[in-house]
């Protein structure tokens, strides 16, 4: 069973636009961390963030987490054509697995 | 490229057959996931060793079974296959055990025919 669930599924944009994604989960957790695949490809690790992390940042991507409501977004700004693939986010609890949502499918348009 | 790698990259094999899968963990890295990814299931944890020893399991079907060795270096061993079995296994490792990122290989892809 999924613990995250990204929201939206899908998602299209022009170039130069900024791309929102968000994340819900249900139970506690140590830290979250977003993924991203292009098509049929490896998982590329974006961001981990901590419990008690409230916002991280790495290049033009922005990570947020809300504890109080089980919720985390992943801000992509002045995005690229590259950018698009599948977006995932995965948590972390006091076990040893992620458990990763459904993902978002990002699509940038020239 | 994450440091972590698999073999092979693509594997087409037939129903009842087995096949191993090998993953190298990154340089220093202690533990070792396994991961399914398939269209109807998502991206589904197996299993996880660290430092040789089994720690975690999750969906991992009787039929698999995994093992780490003194090199770190794991092996996913898929046997009477089905064709439902077929999918893209990921490897993953971390330096510890929870807290710590997580890279992931590109992926085995498995299609059984």
């Known amino acids: 069973s999924q613990q995250g669930e990204e929201d939206p599924q899908a998602l299209s944009i022009q170039e130069g636009e900024n791309a929102t994604m968000n994340c819900s989960y249900k139970?506690?957790?140590?830290?979250l961390q977003w993924y991203r695949q292009n098509s049929g490809r490896g998982l590329v690790h974006l961001i981990l963030?901590?419990?008690?992390?409230r916002e991280k940042h790495s290049g033009r991507l922005r990570v947020t987490l809300d504890t109080s409501k089980k919720s985390s977004s992943l801000l992509i700004t002045a995005s690229r054509a590259a950018d698009t693939a599948s977006y995932f986010c995965?948590?972390?609890?006091?076990?040893?697995?992620?458990?990763f949502g459904k993902g978002t499918l990002l699509t940038v348009n020239p | 490229d994450s440091g972590v790698t698999q073999t092979p990259k693509h594997l087409i094999t037939a129903t009842g057959q087995r096949v191993t899968l090998r993953c190298s963990p990154r340089?220093?890295?202690?533990?070792v996931y396994w991961y399914q990814q398939s269209l109807d299931q998502g991206l589904q944890f197996l299993i996880q060793?660290?430092?040789?020893?089994?720690?975690a399991k999750g969906n991992i079907l009787e039929r698999f079974s995994a093992q780490q060795f003194p090199d770190l270096h794991s092996e996913l061993n898929l046997s009477s296959l089905e064709l439902g079995d077929s999918a893209l296994y990921f490897c993953?490792?971390?330096?510890?055990?929870?807290?710590?990122?997580?890279?992931f290989g590109e992926g085995s892809w498995l299609t059984v025919v």
């Open positions: 993953a490792s971390s330096l510890g055990t929870s807290g710590n990122t997580i890279y």
């Open positions: 139970t506690s957790i140590n830290n």
């Open positions: 995965a948590t972390g609890g006091s076990n040893y697995k992620l458990t």
């Open positions: 340089s220093g890295d202690l533990s």
């Open positions: 963030i901590r419990s008690n992390e």
């Open positions: 060793y660290y430092n040789g020893e089994e720690r």
